[in-house]
């Protein structure tokens, strides 16, 4: 199984982004898929999640309004839109798949880097 992570960059405050993770070796449709960022210093945060059946997700309060998650079962992949990005966003951001039914079949992918910052 691998998720790679695609999008991250440097980019200014107020700015855009859009991140992808494409999955490979599992069955798509059968597993959650989250997006959660580390910064230095501070504890892996989920941000945003998403469901198998793309019926429910949720957010962080901190990024709420700003982020959207999606994902495209046609193509493997679970993308995170990043609106009106702020410096407090900079982060290594990951990509995580669990199984909807067995919580202890998941998986991370490498991360992507966010940088915001003028």
């Known amino acids: 199984v691998q998720l790679v992570e695609s999008g991250g960059d440097l980019v200014q405050p107020g700015g855009s982004l859009r991140l992808s993770c494409v999955a490979s070796g599992l069955t798509f449709r059968r597993y959650y898929m989250s997006w959660y960022r580390q910064a230095p210093g501070k504890e892996r945060e989920r941000v945003a999640h998403?469901?198998?059946?793309?019926?429910?997700?949720n957010y962080a309060d901190s990024v709420k309004g700003r982020f959207t998650i999606s994902r495209d079962s046609a193509k493997n992949t679970v993308y995170l839109q990043m609106n009106s990005l702020k410096p407090e966003d900079t982060a290594l951001y990951f990509c995580y798949a669990r199984h909807a039914f067995i919580a202890t079949i998941n998986y991370w992918g490498q991360g992507t880097q966010v940088t915001v910052s003028s």
């Open positions: 998403i469901s198998s059946d793309d019926l429910n997700t």
